[in-house]
């Protein structure tokens, strides 16, 4: 039995360090670092759990159960602060952690200076009563159950509150990557509530180290099939969602990470069936497409054809930055200018239009050739041409016949003149 929990406790060791140095690698996001942080932290919990157990005298197994306090009593706080960054909700609660690491710090001071006021542990002692092997009987007292206990389920209550409400808003990919957080957050809960309250199996062993391996793995998966640490909700708060403005989050991949709904009746296509594509496999604007790859921040007009119809966008792109000052990815405005376009689409005929005019009105301003006889005007190809016809075609004037009082007493002298 005692061999079989401490290669249990062994593997969960190694695999929480693994995925601590892993994600350490891939800290960009401050959540990637704060899940780093809570596996280092579980690894520092497991291995001095393993060396509790190995250790025989009384003196020997209380040191190694403090020394995992270093591991236990922050990872509740590491964990909420993973949360409030992948949920974005740390820009409104992320002062809070900032106190709430006080905790743990007294938390720690009262484990090791237990001997003068045993406020944590009354009376501690090595047991073999349900375990098979020498285990210590912690006896906790008023702090672990009043203070350090509420206030890890606290965090933890706070976390998969953050999360579920995350879940209600998410859509998609994000919607999955979400459960599987609830579930890493949940399990081990569960499982140290077991302990707590004495439902263990095992008197005295606590296999909560076990269940953060097991939630470690979840979460591994969701990285290597969801791309977990890259496809972060990106922070609405800090996108302003003006109405009939459409916009769209990509990441430094160009991937699509989020967008409203104006985006998604610009592209044509539901959310689910975009988050995770790049752009150019989203978009049908090649305009588009040439504006994100040469990075331009100056407002662009853009064309996108909508159907049977072409639609006009300004487009403006902003770049995303991280806490580093690292580009992680972008934001796209496209603000419709459509009515707008077409007004000065409008008015660009008009004045072509009128230029025309004013053309055919300047050739009939200039000097023209006329026949002394007949009166014909000769145009510019030489052709000969009625003085009406001319007229008519070369200015928008329009002829009514009658008849001079001069021409009316030689054509008509019986005929009195009015």
């Not at 991937?255 to 009746?265: C, F, G, S």
């Not at 049908?284 to 790859?293: A, G, P, T």
Request: with cysteine; net charge neutral.
């Amino acid at each position: 039995m005692l061999s079989a929990i401490v290669l249990l406790q062994l593997i969960s060791a190694v695999f929480c360090l693994m995925l601590a140095v892993y994600a350490w690698s891939r800290r960009a996001h401050p959540a990637t670092a704060y899940f780093a942080l809570a596996m280092a932290l579980a690894t520092v919990w497991t291995v001095g759990f393993v060396l509790e157990i190995l250790s025989t005298t009384l003196s020997a197994k209380l040191f190694w159960a403090n020394v995992q306090f270093f591991g236990i009593a922050p990872l509740p706080v590491a964990w909420l602060a993973m949360t409030l960054h992948y949920t974005d909700a740390h820009r409104r609660w992320g002062w809070i952690v900032s106190a709430l690491w006080a905790i743990p710090a007294a938390t720690l001071v009262v484990i090791w200076t237990d001997g003068y006021h045993h406020l944590f542990r009354g009376h501690p002692m090595v047991a073999c009563s349900g375990s098979f092997f020498p285990a210590l009987a912690n006896d906790y007292q008023l702090w672990f159950y009043v203070v350090h206990a509420f206030f890890s389920y606290a965090m933890f209550a706070g976390s998969l509150g953050f999360l579920a409400h995350a879940w209600c808003r998410a859509e998609g990919k994000y919607r999955q990557q979400i459960l599987v957080l609830l579930a890493s957050t949940a399990f081990p809960v569960i499982v140290d509530l077991f302990y707590v309250t004495g439902i263990n199996p095992i008197t005295d062993i606590n296999l909560t180290t076990v269940a953060f391996s097991i939630s470690g793995a979840l979460i591994a998966w969701s990285l290597f099939s969801y791309r977990f640490l890259d496809l972060m909700p990106v922070a609405r708060s800090v996108l302003v969602d003006i109405v009939g403005d459409a916009w769209i989050v990509i990441d430094a991949a160009d991937r699509v990470l989020d967008l409203n709904k104006t985006a998604e009746r610009v592209l044509g296509r539901p959310l689910k069936e975009m988050i995770g594509q790049t752009l150019d496999r989203v978009a049908d604007s090649d305009q588009l497409v040439e504006c994100l790859q040469e990075r331009q921040e100056t407002p662009t007009e853009i064309e996108m054809r909508q159907g049977n119809e072409t639609a006009w966008y300004d487009l403006r792109h902003s770049p995303l930055n991280d806490h580093r000052g690292r580009r992680r990815g972008c934001l796209i405005v496209l603000r419709d200018i459509t009515p707008r376009k077409r007004i000065e689409m409008e008015r660009e005929r008009l004045v072509n239009e009128l230029q025309g005019a004013l053309a055919k009105v300047e050739k009939l301003e200039g000097m023209l050739p006329i026949c002394a006889n007949c009166k014909r005007i000769r145009d510019e190809n030489g052709v000969w041409h009625n003085v009406e016809v001319y007229i008519r075609d070369h200015s928008k004037a329009e002829f009514s016949h009658g008849i001079c009082p001069d021409c009316a007493k030689r054509l008509y002298p019986d005929f009195p003149v009015q």
